[in-house]
């Protein structure tokens, strides 16, 4: 038989057969679609993050507590805050535009007409210079506020709307736990940020914020630009603070510090390693997936060659070779699994489109991602599971003897 003609033969069969063709390669179609969504919802969300990460600057650092060893995978609960304001003075004498202080916790916050909880911010004067806003009404927090310990606080623009709803804000008090503050100023909408509404913190001198609000002399973390080389400035940045914590490192070993210093590049050097960490569990995903899906075709192919046996036996006789049925059913598991493939894709595809319309609406510079290399790899891969699940069965059927199989019931 030409290769038309076992072509012709397999889609027939299938076409015959269309409930059991479809129920077969429903694992297929699943498997598909679920890994092209999980990967574009991945990469959507990395290229995000990096894209937000790259508007902050280059020739940015940032400080936290805890050593780089420490630091390296997720956030622990259990570091110990060793940062504080005396380490953002003594910053702010080495090569660096500025250097900012950054104090976040949460807090129940109170109005006049309002209870809300949201994240409260210490700040300084510097705080636009690291995360860029516009002062939608009235003045942000200045040098005197931090210096005077002033009780003064800035809206996010949620905030305002959650705390006065629309009336003017300006002048009025809030309540955060014991302390009263006076709103001096209202941040215009920015939308998210790392997946956080910033437009529902509320900023405060961060000094306030130790003293009177939460009652801590610790901060978060030191935000600072660089002024020349990066790599210097990281270096600078941690000889000032071994010096300011007294630590004794005369080989510069990261891992006795307690602290640590990053960049924009180390940023997204740890989002490509969680990306790929990512990826490669979906393809984990994706692999057990596609060996459900393709010992369900050999089981489904098994049943197949039993009812046929008769045809088998029959072409055999008329003089079909072994290669020829082979051939032929080989072909059939393949167009199974190459059409749940494609059909997988499709489904794939679209529901990222929507699943990536709706983030869109809730999440700033969300965009739809859908990585070529992932529609490629799901075709191959579809049709290699044709070929590996559908090789039995077609042996099977290949070595039938015609006599036997001509007098199978």
């Known amino acids: ?215 801590i002399d610790h901060i978060t973390y030191i935000a600072a630009k660089a002024v020349g080389d990066i790599d210097d400035a990281k270096e600078e940045a941690r000889l000032i603070l071994r010096d300011e914590h007294d630590l004794v490192n005369p080989n510069g070993e990261l891992s006795k510090d307690d602290f640590s210093v990053s960049t924009q590049g180390d940023a997204v050097a740890v989002i490509g390693v969680v990306g790929t960490a990512l990826t490669l569990l979906l393809a984990s995903i994706a692999a057990i997936s596609l060996i459900v899906g393709g010992i369900g075709i050999m089981n489904i192919m098994l049943v197949s060659v039993t009812e046929r046996t008769k045809e088998i036996g029959l072409r055999k006789a008329i003089g079909a070779t072994e290669k020829e049925i082979l051939r032929q059913f080989l072909l059939e598991a393949v167009f199974l699994t190459s059409f749940g493939g494609v059909l997988g894709i499709i489904i794939g595809v679209g529901s990222a489109a929507l699943i990536a319309l709706g983030l869109s609406q809730a999440v700033e510079g969300w965009k739809l991602v859908i990585p070529p290399s992932a529609i490629v790899a799901s075709v191959l891969v579809s049709g290699a599971v044709g070929i590996i699940f559908g090789y039995y069965p077609a042996r099977r059927a290949a070595k039938l003897d015609p006599i036997e199989a001509l007098r199978y019931e």
Not at 113 to 139: K, M, W
């Open 1 to 215: 038989m030409m290769f038309h003609d076992l072509t012709v033969s397999a889609v027939t069969s299938l076409v015959q057969n269309k409930s059991r063709s479809i129920l077969t390669v429903l694992g297929i179609v699943i498997g598909i679609a679920a890994v092209i969504l999980m990967l574009s919802i991945g990469q959507g969300a990395q290229a995000l993050i990096l894209n937000q990460i790259a508007d902050l600057g280059s020739d940015q650092i940032f400080v936290e507590s805890g050593s780089s060893e420490q630091t390296s995978g997720p956030p622990s609960p259990f570091t110990e805050q060793v940062l504080t304001l005396d380490d953002v003075y003594a910053l702010r004498k080495g090569p660096f535009a500025f250097v900012s202080a950054q104090l976040i916790s949460s807090s129940t916050v109170k109005s006049a007409d309002a209870n809300v909880i949201a994240q409260i911010t210490g700040v300084d004067e510097y705080q636009l210079d690291v995360f860029p806003a516009e002062v939608a009404i009235g003045r942000y927090i200045d040098t005197s506020d931090v210096e005077d310990y002033a009780k003064v606080a800035v809206l996010g623009s949620d905030a305002a709307t959650n705390l006065f709803g629309d009336n003017d804000p300006i002048g009025k008090k809030i309540t955060v736990k014991n302390s009263t503050l006076r709103v001096i100023g209202v941040l215009a909408a920015q939308g998210s940020r790392f997946f956080q509404n910033v437009d529902s913190y509320i900023h405060v001198p961060v000094t306030t914020a130790q003293r009177d609000v939460l009652g």
